[in-house]
C-alpha cells in the first residue's frame, strides 16, 4: 500500500521556495540508537566547552553543571509526559550523565537503557523535542567567555579543545601544501576548475607563476595549455550582506568572494599535487593579487580568506543544499507515489532514514534567524538561506557525481593526480552503481517495462512538478519523464549517492576539519581591503574568529560531525527478494575492497577518510 498522502505534504514556505515536507511525518522521527548518539556527543561538548570557559572549576564542580544542563534539557519534555514522574528519571538522568562525564565502560549500556525506559512514556515528540533542544540550545546553555576575547597566538585557539581532540589539520593548516589539499580533499572538494585561459579579473604575471611554482622554466600559458592549471572562484558570493554578532556589543562580520590559483607541476610523477600560486581576496579590480612572495601574514591572511569563503559555500550550497534539500523532495515522492510492494521502495527507503526529522530541524533552528548557523556563519541568515535556494536549483544530472567532475575539468588522472575526493568517489559510485544496476534489472528487462510502470511515471512527474518536489532536470530529458532503465539507474544511482556518500563527504569535515577555526573559519572578521602586503601576525588574529565566536563553532560543528548512524549498505529493515539478496552481498563484498582499497591509498598521501565505506552512513540524518 502507499502511505498515507496526507502524512506526506509539500510545503513551500519552509525555506521559499525550496519543496520540503510540511512536517515530519508519521514513523520518521528520530530513532532511540540517533538520540543515544547525539545525547552522548552533546555531554561531550559540554564538558569541553565547560572546561574551556570555567577553568577554574574543579572536575567535580564541572560534572554538577553539566548534569544540571542535561536536567533542564529533559525536564520540560518528560514533565509534560503522563507516567514519566514515576520512573524516578531524574536520577537516573544524573546517573547516565555522570558515566557518560566519567567515561565508565557501562556509560553507553546506561545511556540506552534509560532512553530505553523512557520511551513508552515519551512517544515521537519527545525524540523531536529532545533532538531540537540539543542541536538548538547547547551552545546557549553551555557557559560562555565574560567579554568577547581576541586570540593572542594560535594556541589559544588549540586549547579549546580540552576533552575533545585538537583535529590534526592544526599541525599544517599554514602551510601551502595543506591549503592546496583542501581543494581536493576537504570539506567542499566540489569547486576546483581547470583553468581553460587566464580571466581577466585575475591578472597572475608569470613572474608570479613561475616563482611560486619554483620553476623558471615553466609559464603560466604553458600551464594552461598542458591543464595543469586549476583555480575556484567565488563569484556568487559576491556582494553577499555581511552579518554581525554580539549584542556586547555588535560587531561586524565579513564574507569575501576571492580568486585562487593553483598549478600541478610539470613532470610524470603520480604524487606531483597542487600548489598555490596566487590569490585575490575580491573580485573589484581595486584588489591586488597576493602571492608567496607577498609576506608571511599576507599570504596565510589570504589563504584565509580563501577557507572563509569556501566554508560559507561549503555549509549554504555544497552541504545544505546539494544534500539535504536535494534528497527531501525525491523522499516526499518516493513515499507518496511508490507502494510498499513496488520494487524501487525497499531498495530507496532506508536511504531516507532521519532525513525528515534533521532537515526539519534544520529549518526550524540551525538556519533560523537566531539559529546556531546564524551565529557562525559570515552572510546574514537570509543571504545564506538564498545561497541554499541557489544551490538547490541546479540540474539534477548535471550535478551526478561523473557530470560534475566532468564539467569543471578534472576527471583526467594524468592532469590531475592526486584528487582523493574524486578517485575515493569514483570507487563508491560504481559500486553503488553495479548494485543499483543489477537490482533494477531484475524487475525491468526493457525500456518498455520502464515506460509502462505508471507508479513509476507518477514518483518522477511528481518530482519536477511545480506542485511537487521541484527538482529541476528530473528524467531523461530533464522533463520528469523515466523512458529507459539506463536512465533510471543512473538517477537511482545519483539519489543514493546522494544520500549516503557525497553527504558524508560534506558533513564529518565540520568536526575532523572545520572545528579548528584557523584553519577554516566560518566568518572573517577583517575587512578584504585590509589583506595586504606587509601585514602583521596580529593583524592576521584579528581575521580569525574571537574565541567566543571559536567556541560557538566547535560546539556546533563538533555536534553535527560525529554522528555515524547506520552504514552504507545496511538495508537490515529490508526484506529483499531472494531474487536480489546475492547482488546485495555483492555490493557488501564489494565495500569491503574499497575499504582496503583507500586504506593503501592513504599510506602515500595524506589521510583521506570521508569516503570510506565504514565511515558513510547509509542516509542523511544528522
Known amino acids: 500500500m502507499i502511505a498515507n498522502r496526507d502524512d506526506y505534504r509539500f510545503n513551500y514556505t519552509h525555506i521559499e521556495p525550496l519543496a520540503l515536507s510540511d512536517d515530519i511525518p508519521p514513523g520518521q522521527y528520530f530513532q532511540r540508537k540517533w538520540i543515544s548518539m547525539l545525547l552522548k556527543v552533546a555531554v561531550k561538548v559540554a564538558i569541553n566547552s565547560w572546561k574551556v570557559n570555567r577553568r577554574e572549576k574543579s572536575d567535580a564542580d564541572i560534572e554538577n553543571e553539566v548534569v544540571s544542563l542535561f536536567r533542564q534539557v529533559f525536564q520540560q519534555t518528560l514533565t509534560e509526559q503522563p507516567g514519566t514522574n514515576r520512573l524516578n528519571w531524574r536520577d537516573r538522568l544524573e546517573s547516565v550523565v555522570g558515566s557518560l562525564v566519567a567515561e565508565v565502560p557501562t556509560a553507553e549500556k546506561e545511556v540506552d537503557s534509560f532512553l530505553e525506559a523512557i520511551a513508552p512514556h515519551a512517544g515521537q515528540d519527545f525524540s523531536k523535542s529532545l533532538a531540537e533542544s540539543l542541536l538548538s540550545k547547547l551552545d546557549a546553555a553551555t557557559p560562555a567567555p565574560e567579554r568577547k576575547i581576541q586570540a593572542t597566538s594560535l594556541a589559544d585557539y588549540e586549547e579549546q579543545f580540552q576533552s575533545i581532540p585538537l583535529p590534526k589539520i592544526a599541525r599544517d593548516f599554514q602551510t601551502d601544501d595543506s591549503f592546496a589539499y583542501m581543494r581536493v580533499a576537504g570539506p567542499n ?80 610523477a603520480p604524487d606531483r599535487t597542487l600548489k598555490p600560486i596566487a590569490i585575490k581576496c575580491g573580485q573589484a579590480d581595486s584588489f591586488p593579487v597576493l602571492t608567496p612572495q607577498s609576506g608571511e601574514y599576507a599570504w596565510l591572511a589570504a589563504k584565509t580568506v580563501v577557507q572563509v569563503a ?25 513515499y507518496r507515489c511508490l507502494e510498499s510492494t513496488h520494487p524501487l521502495y525497499p531498495l530507496l527507503a532506508s536511504h531516507f532514514d532521519g532525513t525528515f526529522a ?14 546556531g548557523v546564524n551565529g557562525v556563519l559570515a552572510a546574514t541568515i537570509d543571504c545564506s538561506r538564498t545561497f541554499a535556494v541557489v544551490g538547490v536549483q541546479m540540474s539534477f544530472n548535471e550535478w551526478m557525481f561523473p557530470s560534475q567532475i566532468a564539467s569543471r575539468g578534472v576527471d583526467d588522472e594524468t592532469l590531475l593526480p592526486v584528487y582523493p575526493y574524486r578517485d575515493d568517489g569514483r ?46 532536470d528530473f528524467g531523461d530529458r530533464g522533463d520528469g519523464k523515466i523512458a529507459t532503465v539506463s536512465y533510471l539507474v543512473e538517477a537511482l544511482t545519483a539519489t543514493i549517492f546522494t544520500a549516503s556518500a557525497q553527504h558524508a563527504a560534506v558533513n564529518f569535515p565540520q568536526k575532523g576539519i572545520m572545528s579548528y577555526s584557523p584553519a577554516m573559519p566560518l566568518a572573517g572578521y577583517l575587512s578584504a581591503e585590509k589583506v595586504v602586503p606587509g601585514m602583521t601576525e596580529a593583524d592576521y588574529l584579528q581575521l580569525l574568529p574571537p574565541l567566543e565566536q571559536a567556541m560557538s563553532g566547535v ?19 529490508i526484506d529483499f527478494s531472494d531474487r536480489v539478496k546475492p547482488f546485495l552481498e555483492e555490493f557488501r563484498q564489494s565495500l569491503n575492497q574499497i575499504e582496503l582499497e583507500i586504506d593503501r591509498r592513504n599510506q602515500s598521501r595524506p589521510e583521506y577518510v570521508y569516503l570510506k565505506p565504514s565511515q558513510i552512513p547509509q542516509s542523511i540524518n544528522i
Request: glycine share 6%; aromatic share 12%; hydrophobic share 45%.
Open 189 to 268: 572538494p566540489m569547486l576546483l576548475e581547470r583553468m581553460t585561459a587566464l580571466s581577466d579579473r585575475f591578472p597572475v604575471t608569470d613572474e608570479d607563476y613561475r616563482t611560486a611554482i619554483g620553476d623558471e622554466s615553466d609559464s603560466l600559458a604553458a600551464a594552461i595549455s598542458e591543464g595543469r592549471a586549476y583555480w575556484v572562484d567565488y563569484a556568487m558570493l559576491d556582494g553577499a550582506i555581511d552579518g554581525t554578532y554580539g549584542p556586547h556589543p555588535m560587531q561586524q562580520k565579513y564574507l569575501y568572494a576571492p580568486l585562487a590559483l593553483f598549478a600541478v607541476p610539470r613532470g610524470d
Open 310 to 334: 569556501d566554508a560559507n559555500y561549503h555549509e549554504a550550497i555544497a552541504h545544505l543544499a546539494r544534500t539535504h534539500l536535494t534528497v527531501e523532495p525525491i523522499a516526499i515522492a518516493t
Open 358 to 371: 534533521i532537515n526539519n530541524a534544520a529549518h526550524r533552528f540551525l538556519v533560523a534567524p537566531k539559529g
Open 427 to 472: 570507487l563508491i559510485w560504481n559500486a553503488i552503481h553495479t548494485w543499483v544496476e543489477q537490482y533494477v534489472c531484475e524487475f525491468y528487462t526493457s525500456d518498455a517495462d520502464v515506460l509502462a510502470d505508471e507508479q513509476l511515471q507518477s514518483w518522477s512527474a511528481e518530482i519536477v512538478a511545480f506542485d511537487g518536489g521541484r527538482v529541476a
Open 555 to 573: 560546539n556546533l560543528l563538533v555536534l553535527l560531525g560525529s554522528i555515524y548512524y547506520n552504514q552504507l549498505g545496511d538495508y537490515q529493515k
